[in-house]
C-alpha cells in the first residue's frame, strides 16, 4: 500500500526567510508526486508535481520542490516567504504502474507566515 | 483556463431531503471525481468518472449517488444522509484516469454541506 508522511502538523516562518514543507513517500514502482494547497474554505490549489526528469520541480507561486529518491522525499521549499502563503499544504503520491489510480494524500502541514 | 466550478457553495438539508450538488469543467478532461473532505483532513476519494463512465466507487453509501450527464458535467445526487455526511464535498477533473500519465488533478472550491 502507497503512503505519504508530512512529519509536521504545523511550520511556522517569518516573513522573508525560506520555508520547507517536508513530505516522504512509499510506494511500489516509480512514484507520481505532487503538491496541493489549500485556503481556508476552498478547494485544492495544484502547486507542483514531479513525473520523471529533473530532481528539482518549478511551480506556482514561486515553489519548488525536490525529488530525493533515496530518502524517498519530496520537501516543497520556497526561497522567501510571504504571508499569503499561509495555507493548508497536501503532499501526494500516486503509483506510475499500469492499473494504479488512487491517489494518495498526506494528512496536510499548515504553514503560518509571521509577518 | 483551469477552473472547475461548483454549485452550491453552501447546501444545509434535513435527514430526509433530497438535493444534488453540481460540478463542472471546461478544459476537456475525461476523467472527474468526487472527494469529501472533513476539517483539516486529506480529501477522500468517493467515485471517479472516466470518459463519463463510473470507473471507481470507493465503498460509498448508496445516499451518495454519482451522475455524469455529458463530459463536462458531474452531479452528485443526495438522499437521506446522516449528520456525519457533513463535510465538504470537491469535484475534481484531470486530462485523464487510466493511463500511465501523471496528470495532475484540478478542484473546484467545494460544497460546503450541513446534514441537521
Known amino acids: 500500500a502507497q503512503s505519504v508522511a508530512q512529519p509536521e502538523d504545523q511550520v511556522n516562518v517569518a516573513e522573508g526567510n525560506p520555508l520547507t514543507v517536508k513530505c516522504t513517500y512509499s510506494?511500489?514502482?516509480?512514484?507520481?508526486l505532487f503538491w496541493y494547497v489549500q485556503y481556508p474554505n476552498r478547494g485544492l490549489q495544484f502547486l507542483l508535481k514531479?513525473?520523471?526528469?529533473?530532481?528539482l520541480v518549478k511551480g506556482s507561486y514561486g515553489f519548488e520542490a525536490e525529488f530525493n529518491k533515496s530518502q524517498t522525499s519530496f520537501h516543497l521549499k520556497k526561497p522567501s516567504a510571504l504571508v499569503s502563503d499561509s495555507a493548508l499544504y497536501f503532499c501526494a503520491v500516486r503509483a506510475s504502474g499500469a492499473g494504479s489510480y488512487q491517489l494518495t494524500f498526506g494528512k496536510g502541514t499548515k504553514l503560518s507566515v509571521i509577518p | 483556463d483551469t477552473e472547475v466550478t461548483q454549485t452550491p457553495k453552501h447546501l444545509v438539508m434535513g435527514m430526509t431531503n433530497k438535493k444534488s450538488l453540481k460540478c463542472e469543467q471546461h478544459m476537456g478532461h475525461r476523467a472527474m471525481y468526487w472527494y469529501k473532505q472533513k476539517a483539516k483532513k486529506p480529501p477522500e476519494l468517493m467515485f471517479v468518472?472516466?470518459?463519463?463512465?463510473?470507473?471507481i466507487n470507493e465503498s460509498v453509501p448508496s445516499r451518495f449517488s454519482p451522475e455524469c450527464p455529458n463530459s463536462s458535467l458531474l452531479n452528485l445526487h443526495l438522499h437521506a444522509l446522516q449528520p456525519e455526511d457533513s463535510a465538504l464535498y470537491l469535484c475534481a477533473s484531470s486530462q485523464e484516469f487510466e493511463k500511465m500519465r501523471g496528470y495532475e488533478q484540478y478542484f473546484g472550491p467545494g460544497t460546503r454541506l450541513t446534514v441537521t
Open positions: 514531479y513525473i520523471t526528469g529533473d530532481n
Open positions: 510506494v511500489s514502482g516509480n512514484p507520481y
Open positions: 468518472y472516466s470518459y463519463e463512465k463510473l470507473s
